[in-house]
């Protein structure tokens, strides 16, 4: 973000989102692709730069996988060294610092780089899988993505990675197109979504179902929402608190409003010493 970009975004509107942040209590946080573009993983919608302008979002689906492994792996190759190397950016660390200071209940991920972990946090309802690890698509087997590209080897592009156990085929642990969300996950993320009074969207459109749509079950419940995003979403009117531009420059100065509230509260809280006159006694 420009500095002229950056000027714009008026301090009013991050004042109320740190106050709404103080105040809740069940935050809950959604995150998109627009938070991990800042530690240099593309996201897939973007024109020019998404991995969609690139690659057919058909490749990415289970059906074309099971036919076809090979051109799954040609694109997934070109995204998984960012991954691996990639490390979180002041948005991610923005988002583990709520979860310290026990403000966060719920983290909900659309990403697969596993950076919210790398930040911090330590439960992440991750919706559309982890890319960091494999899963053999024969015995099931778990191998870390870093393994594999350490021990990749350039004839190895003219073959999809097979597992070392069982000789499977070996593919990231996401969720591809045609596949079903992990129920369990769905439910508690739809669970907390209803019982947050705040809900967060940072770096997300909200265009993927059924994510986009965790966010009415808070304001069906009385929730309010607050919209970090470079875009407009089809939820902004509806939002108490829009702010467009990058997330991490966004949220590290919310951050540090929130921090301001929380101890002016905690001095608040802290009973104030009484001083006592010494008596002398004769």
Not at 103 to 123: F, S, W, Y
């Amino acid at each position: 973000m420009k500095i002229a970009e950056r000027r714009k975004i008026n301090p009013k509107l991050l004042e109320k989102a740190a106050k709404l942040i103080h105040e809740s209590k069940y935050l809950v946080v959604l995150t998109g692709a627009g938070v991990s573009t800042e530690s240099g993983i593309p996201d897939f919608r973007s024109p020019g730069t998404g991995l969609w302008s690139k690659y057919s979002p058909d490749i990415s689906s289970l059906g074309n996988f099971l036919r076809n492994p090979l051109s799954f792996w040609q694109m997934a190759r070109e995204i998984a060294p960012l991954i691996v190397k990639a490390k979180p950016n002041k948005g991610h660390q923005a988002i583990a610092e709520l979860d310290k200071m026990g403000i966060l209940k719920g983290l909900v991920t659309q990403n697969i780089d596993g950076l919210h972990q790398k930040a911090g946090n330590v439960i992440v309802q991750e919706l559309h899988g982890n890319a960091t690890e494999l899963r053999c698509t024969a015995c099931h087997g778990r191998i870390p993505l870093k393994t594999v590209l350490e021990n990749h080897r350039p004839e190895d592009d003219n073959y999809p990675p097979t597992c070392h156990s069982c000789g499977g085929e070996l593919l990231l642990n996401v969720v591809l197109f045609e596949q079903m969300l992990p129920r369990g996950m769905w439910f508690e993320s739809v669970a907390m979504s209803q019982k947050a009074d705040v809900m967060i969207v940072v770096g997300s459109a909200l265009l993927v179902a059924p994510a986009d749509t965790l966010p009415q079950y808070t304001l069906k419940y009385g929730g309010k929402l607050i919209i970090i995003n470079k875009t407009p979403t089809g939820y902004d009117k509806k939002a108490a608190v829009v702010i467009q531009g990058e997330s991490s420059y966004i949220l590290s100065h919310i951050m540090s409003i929130v921090r301001s509230l929380e101890k002016g509260e905690d001095s608040e809280r802290t009973p104030k010493k009484t001083k006592f006159k010494k008596i002398k006694f004769k």
